[in-house]
Structure formats: structure tokens, C-alpha cells
């Protein structure tokens, strides 16, 4: 029957039936950027699929070395400088404001860890290995190895389930001799491992404090093992005869199953995780004993079943194409190299975005950080922590139009722990006695200070406004759901951003600028870039600078909004709209360009990754500062990013893929699209046709490069940017509060597809299919009855829908 089963799903995966939804190779994983990852929200495997030892590298997504921070203060005096900095900034001396910002520096974040490594050794290694199939179902979240050793088919199914908390491998074998392997776990962290009969236990701990790769110290860590995060990882190996081997166990047996879960003592940001830890043993007990009291076949239906019902909401055809069994990595270096249209490709990109977000990003007050779920280093790339500068907000950009607002809800409930760390940051960091802050960094403990303990750049570390940033996403998320109660709930957060940008917020005048007195921040910095004085001075602390403002814009509308939709804070409303009334204009440049900084100068690399000064365009929705027209606006802002050119990061492609689509830019948006899309080399491999810099590696996930998953959701979105955008205002029973528009920037090798389940602002979902670049059927749901405006066929329109179901096409 098993090899009966498997003959069925390697002659459809052979066959092209599964391919739209498969990642497929033919050949073992080497490196990381090879190999197939699955997830719960919580538990990450990442799985390689070798023939002679099956590895399957294993996260917890509360795993976290450090400890609770949000009540310590490790600058008081900080703050002190601001008057410093300001009257350095007031003289021109940039060079001496950037020296006296260091001081406006406290710790770096934590290092996100590896729980450790699941071994499968495979002991009888008679017979050449033929046939070998590797693939990744993301229609219902189920990894697949097959191969043949010999005349005997082997074939091993791994999935992390949900609904019942942990990941289960399942091994068979064809051969009358059965499977026989050796299981092993492997950690980098101070563990102990026991095997009690049929299971092995691993109890270990992280470091209570580290340091980041780029900050020169001899000792990253510091260990303890009364304190840090502990946890404990189980797996019970079901099949068979079962013997212990050195802390490992050897089973034999036609099938073998395999039961893997894990607890941490993490308890909250707040909550010592020794003293006040979780029961981390007995959960991850409980755990198995709950994975254990259920079938095989029912514990995958109801994996995929919950998988499913938030996966199959949307669902996605950029044309017809061949079916195309070759292994994934191939079609993405043909794509690149021939300059191939491949719809099938482009659509599956979308799509395992979506799989990503659901795959890790279903733990409270845990969001995916910046490698999501899966890392396998101590010391990962920048932490692998929450970078707010935009790699955190772009993880959830395709939530609310994906139609996965459920996955939102972890960076919502994170938000309430930083509101009350960032209220001590703002008055120990900047003397801002209202409000709360969220600087350059942060982690699982809420830190909000800005990082770099008095040596780092400026240009990164003493950024400010990711709490202006972030909180953007609560209003955000109301205007897709329409929900009141999480308006209510979460609108303290947001107006709490928002008093911190009021109180931040200083005149022109104040900073010796003749001329018209308009509000800007000083000092200010934008994210990770350098300009150029006319003196040459290559500086990073100026005033005024535009990323700034725009996002300052962005918080303070989306306040004030929430507070009228609300019916509540009257007087916030008009300190709101007083301040909106009197922010600094955007400038254009001498290049037509929009300006990034006060004064029209040069950056130091005119092609820099960040293009901050754009968020109102995208991710914001709010240009409009009084003096120039949207046109204007859109039109300087797409001269900078020609400027900036089309080489970049993967996020930052991602990001530009959006751009590009909210300014109407077609052809641009998806010349990028498949930019993003460029094959990047595994990072350990040393050929001489190595690929390098951002796109996207073989197993499709985001090269910065190295690794972040942040590109993978930015260019999700861009795919439903491109297909429909929306804006929502507040209600006006003189017009319609609420624009769809349809096909806004549809490449023209997308002439022909269809859509459903895409969410617009209004509580709207999206039906489509389309003809020759035009609109052919469409079907509009509508959470509750409205008017809207349909902007459809070159067509605008005002139309009524009905709640629920509406056929307009």
C-alpha cells in the first residue's frame, strides 16, 4: 500500500500535476539555502533530505538568548544630549553632532538561537541510490523525500502540525528488510541528552546575555544555567524493534515515525525565565503525549486541514503554462539566464509567501524575525532579532491583502510589550515624557533603546521611529477587518506612537531656518544612509529629514482616525491635526528627484538599499503636505528610485516592486518582480559560476543576501499591488469612503489570469478573472453593505454592494 501510495505521488509530481504548488529538486540539500522548511508558528524545521544521514535542523521561535530588559534603563542620562546635538546641528557642525549622537546609545538586542539538529542516520547502505525526488507541497504544507537504494523505494513525509504542536516524520520502505536508522539529537547550546526507552530527551539553555556578530568582543556570550531561556526537546521514535545506541536510538522496521516537540521556559517579555519560567519539561511532555494519543493519518488531516483553511483563501493563474516537473533551482536559473517568461514560477513565488507567513507567524507576542522561524546559527546575520527600520513591517505586508490577518496577530500583541519599554526609552533616550518609542533593533525581551553601547554608526543605530512605524499596521489592519473591538483594544498603542512624534516634533525656527515655520525632527536620521555636506562631510545626524516626516504623517493620521472612528480624545484629535497642518513639506531636488534629506544633497551611495523618504507612497498611503499635488509627489519619488537604479537587496527589490506598482509603473514593478527572482548561490558554496547579492536562493527564499525572509513577503505583496490596491477614508455620507481599483499596474506578460480571495480595504474580498489586460468576471464581497468606488477598465464608477456576495461581471 505505502509503495503504492508514493508510486502515486511521484508519478503526479513527475507529471506536473503538483507543480503548481511544489518546490521540487532531484537532488539531497547541501546548504541551508538549499533545503525545505517547515513550521507550526512556533516549531521551524529545516529539512535537507539526505540520503545516507537525513538532517532536519530544528527552531522554537522562543528560543532567545538574555533576559527581561523592559524595566532597565541603561542610559538615564542620555537624554541630556539632545540639547547638545541639536545646537551642533543649529551651527552646521554635523561632524560634531554625529560624534555626541554615541552617546545617545544603549545596548544591542539578543540573538535569536538554533535549538539543535535531528539526525537520521541511514545504516544500511547496500544497493546505488536512484530516483531521487525532494519536494515541498505548499498547497497543504507536507515536505516529501523519495528515493531508491537498490531495487527498494524509500520515502520519508515530514510536516509541522498546528493543531497539535510539534513535527512528525513518517519513514517508509518497500524492502522486506524495513528502514534502519540511527536517530540522534545534536545542539549547539549546553545540553544534556537522555534516552528514556523509545524516547530521547535534550534539555538545554541559552546564554543569559550575547553580543551581535559586528560588535568586537572576545566573549559573545555569557552562560549560566540558573538563568537564560531553558527548554527541552522530545522525540519518540515509533516502529519496529528500538534499541539505545550512545544517547541515540537505532530502530528497524517497514515503517517508522518519528514525534519531535519542545518547550521553553520563555513566559513573557517580562518574566525571568528561570524564576518565572514556563514548566517547560512537563509541557513538552504534554506535548507528546498529545501527539502520540493520535493516528498518523489523522494527525496530517488535521495539519493539513488547518493549513488549508487559511492557504486555499486565495488562489492565483498568470497565464497558461506547460507543465514543468524540472527541479526548481533550474527553472530559476533559466528564468534569469534566458529571460523566460514563466507564469507558473512568478505565481509560485506569491504563493510560498503566503506559505511562510502561515508557517511562522501563529505564536502570541512572538513575530517573525528576520530569518521568520529558521536559523541555524548562534550568532545568525544582525541577530537574526526585529529590525523596525522596515524588515520587521515588511514581514507583514501581505497579511491583510493575502488574506492571512490571522498571522498579523502576533506582531499585534508584541506591540503592547513594546509601548510600555519604548515609554522609558522615550524619557531616558530623548526627554519625551508622552508617548513611547521603538528605535533601530529590537527582540522577544521588548527592548526599544537605540543600540550600539556609544560605537555604533549613527546612520543605524539612533534611528527612532519604528514605533511610529509599526503602529501604522494597527490602523492598517481595521481598515481591511472593519473591527471595532480590535480598534478599541489596540488604539492606546497607536495614539501612544503618535504622542511620542508630537512631543518629538521641533519648528524650523528652533534650528535657525529663515523663512516659513513648519514642524521637523531634530535630531533625525534616515535609516542606514550617509549624505554629503557641500563641504564634503559624508554625515549621517542632520534635521528635517524626510523618512521622518512621512512617517510621522502616516502615525498621526492613522491616530487621529482611529480616534474619530472611535468617538473618543477630542483634544488628541486637534493637537493631531495641528501638527499634520504645520509638518514640513516634502522638497524636490535638483534631479527632480524627492529629496531625502532637509537640504538638497548627495548621498554617499546614490544607490543605497533604503529609500525611507518614500514611505508615503508605500507602504503609506498619506503624500498629501498641503503645498504640492499627489502627481507631483508620485512623480519625484519615481526619479528617485531611477536614481537608485534596479540592483539591491532582496527586501529592498521587494519593497521597490511595491513602489513601482502604487505609482501605476507597470513595466517597472515587474522588471523588479523578476529581479527579485535573480538566482543567488548557496552562501557556502565556493564554485567558480557562484551567484551573489540579493534575489532568491535555490529553495526560493529571500537573498538580502545573507538570508531574510522580509524580500519573500515584500514581493508577496507586490504581486497583489500590481493586480488591485485600495484606500479607505473615514466615512462620508456625501461620497463613498472606500476606491478599489483593479489591474492598477498589470504587466503586460500577465495579459491574461485570474484571482480570488485578495482582501481590499473595506472589508472587501476579490474575485477576477481577466482578458487581453482587461477585466472579463468579477466578484465582489462585501463584509458589510457600502457604497464604493470601482475603479475598473479605465472606468470609475460608484456602485453599491450588497453584504456578502455581489457578481459585477
Known amino acids: 500500500m505505502e509503495r503504492k501510495l508514493y508510486t502515486i505521488l511521484w508519478l503526479l509530481f513527475s507529471a506536473g500535476v503538483m507543480v503548481a504548488q511544489t518546490l521540487r529538486y532531484h537532488r539531497p540539500a547541501e546548504f541551508f539555502e538549499e533545503a525545505l522548511v ?11 533530505g539526505g540520503t545516507d544521514v537525513d538532517r532536519i535542523s530544528l527552531n522554537d521561535i522562543t528560543l532567545w538568548t538574555g533576559e527581561p530588559c523592559n524595566m532597565k534603563v541603561f542610559s538615564p542620562e542620555a537624554h541630556t544630549y539632545i540639547p547638545a ?3 551642533a546641528l543649529k551651527r552646521g557642525d554635523y561632524r560634531e553632532a554625529d560624534r555626541l549622537q554615541k552617546n545617545v546609545q544603549g545596548h544591542f538586542s539578543q540573538n535569536y538561537q538554533p535549538l539543535g539538529q535531528l539526525q537520521i542516520h541511514y545504516l544500511d547502505k547496500d544497493g546505488e541510490v536512484s530516483n531521487y525526488r525532494r519536494w515541498l507541497d505548499i498547497g497543504n504544507a507536507t515536505a516529501h523525500t523519495v528515493f531508491h537504494r537498490g531495487k527498494y523505494q524509500y520515502a520519508t513525509e515530514y510536516f509541522a502540525t498546528y493543531p497539535d504542536s510539534g513535527i512528525v516524520v513518517r519513514m517508509t520502505t518497500d524492502s522486506p528488510d524495513g528502514v534502519k536508522v540511527r536517530v540522534a539529537m545534536e545542539s549547539q547550546l549546553p545540553c544534556s541528552t537522555t534516552v ?19 560588535y568586537a568582543a572576545d566573549e559573545k556570550f555569557a552562560y549560566d544555567e540558573s538563568r537564560g ?12 524493534t528500538v534499541e539505545e545506541e550512545n544517547g541515540s536510538i537505532v530502530v528497524s522496521g517497514r515503517q517508522i515515525v518519528l514525534y519531535v516537540t519542545n518547550a521553553t521556559s520563555f513566559n513573557g517579555y517580562d518574566k525571568d525565565p528561570v524564576r518565572e519560567g514556563k514548566p517547560y519539561r512537563e509541557l513538552a511532555e504534554l506535548r507528546l503525549q498529545n501527539l502520540c494519543s493520535k493516528t498518523y493519518d489523522e494527525l496530517l488531516n488535521r495539519h493539513v486541514n488547518d493549513y488549508k483553511s487559511i492557504f486555499d483563501r486565495v488562489k492565483l493563474t498568470l497565464g497558461d503554462a506547460p507543465a514543468d516537473d524540472r527541479p526548481t533551482d533550474v527553472v530559476l536559473r533559466e528564468y534569469v539566464d534566458e529571460n523566460i517568461f514563466n507564469p507558473e514560477l512568478e505565481a509560485l513565488y506569491f504563493q510560498f509567501g503566503r506559505y511562510l507567513l502561515i508557517s ?45 490577518p490571522e498571522m498579523h496577530m502576533s506582531l499585534f500583541t508584541y506591540m503592547k510589550e513594546l509601548q510600555g519599554s519604548g515609554e522609558l526609552t522615550a524619557k531616558a533616550y530623548y526627554g519625551v515624557d508622552k508617548g513611547w518609542c521603538l528605535a533601530h533593533n529590537t527582540d522577544i525581551w521588548a527592548m526599544t533603546c537605540p543600540v550600539g553601547l556609544r560605537t555604533g554608526d549613527p546612520s543605524w543605530a539612533n534611528w527612532n521611529m519604528g514605533g511610529a512605524w509599526v503602529s501604522t499596521h494597527i490602523w492598517e489592519h481595521y481598515t481591511f477587518s472593519l473591527d471595532k473591538t480590535f480598534l478599541e483594544e489596540y488604539y492606546p498603542v497607536l495614539k501612544g506612537a503618535a504622542e511620542f512624534c508630537l512631543e518629538w516634533l521641533i519648528s524650523t525656527k528652533e534650528m535657525g531656518v529663515e523663512g516659513e515655520e513648519f514642524l521637523i525632527t531634530a535630531p533625525s536620521t534616515s535609516p542606514e544612509n550617509i549624505f554629503i555636506t557641500p563641504e564634503g562631510y559624508h554625515g549621517r545626524t542632520c534635521y528635517g529629514g524626510f523618512a521622518d516626516i512621512a512617517m510621522i504623517r502616516e502615525c498621526l493620521t492613522d491616530a487621529r482616525n482611529a480616534a474619530v472612528e472611535l468617538g473618543t480624545d477630542k483634544d488628541f484629535i486637534g493637537k493631531a491635526d495641528a501638527a499634520l497642518a504645520r509638518l514640513q513639506p516634502y522638497k524636490i531636488g535638483k534631479r527632480g528627484n524627492l529629496q531625502e534629506w532637509f537640504y538638497d544633497w548627495d548621498d554617499e551611495d546614490p544607490h543605497h538599499r533604503h529609500q525611507s523618504h518614500l514611505f508615503g507612497v508605500y507602504p503609506g498611503h498619506n503624500v498629501d503636505d498641503g503645498v504640492h499635488t499627489k502627481e507631483e509627489i508620485y512623480r519625484a519619488a519615481s526619479r528617485s528610485l531611477e536614481i537608485k537604479g534596479d540592483q539591491s537587496t532582496g527586501w529592498s527589490t521587494g519593497w521597490r516592486v511595491n513602489l513601482y506598482a502604487r505609482l501605476h509603473d507597470a513595466k ?9 527572482l535573480s538566482y543567488v548561490s548557496p552562501d557556502g558554496y565556493r564554485g567558480t559560476d557562484a551567484r551573489r547579492g540579493g534575489g532568491t536562493y535555490p529553495n526560493l527564499l529571500d537573498a538580502h543576501s545573507p538570508f531574510q525572509i522580509d524580500g519573500n513577503f515584500g514581493g508577496c505583496a507586490g504581486v497583489i499591488e500590481m ?18 481599483e483593479l489591474l492598477p499596474a498589470l504587466p503586460e506578460n500577465w495579459e491574461d489570469g485570474s484571482v480570488s480571495g485578495i482582501r481590499a480595504r473595506g472589508g472587501i474580498t476579490v474575485d477576477m478573472t481577466w482578458k487581453d489586460g482587461q477585466v472579463a468576471t468579477l466578484t465582489l464581497v462585501a463584509q458589510k453593505k457600502c457604497r464604493i468606488v470601482l475603479q475598473v477598465n479605465g472606468v470609475s464608477q460608484v456602485i453599491k454592494l450588497k453584504k456578502g456576495k455581489n457578481v459585477l461581471k
Not at 517597472?668 to 527579485?676: E, S, T
Open 668 to 676: 517597472n514593478a515587474y522588471h523588479i518582480y523578476r529581479k527579485l
Open 196 to 214: 528514556e526507552g523509545d524516547v530521547i530527551l535534550n534539555d538545554g539553555y541559552a546564554a543569559y546575555t550575547s553580543l551581535p556578530t559586528y
Open 723 to 740: 493586480l488591485m490596491q485600495s484606500e479607505y477614508s473615514l466615512e462620508d455620507k456625501r461620497k463613498p469612503n472606500v476606491v478599489v
Open 360 to 404: 511562522c507567524s501563529r505564536t502570541p507576542n512572538v513575530p517573525a524575525n528576520l530569518q521568520g522561524l529558521w536559523n541555524e546559527s548562534i550568532l545568525p546575520p544582525w541577530s537574526c532579532n526585529y529590525t523596525s527600520n522596515i524588515n520587521l513591517e515588511e514581514n507583514y505586508w501581505a497579511a491583510e491583502t493575502g488574506a492571512m
Open 229 to 240: 531561556v531553558h527548554f527541552r526537546t522530545v522525540v519518540r521514535v515509533v516502529g519496529g
Open 85 to 87: 546635538i541639536r545646537d
Open 38 to 48: 517547515i513550521g507550526n508558528g512556533t516549531m521551524g524545521g529545516i529539512v535537507y
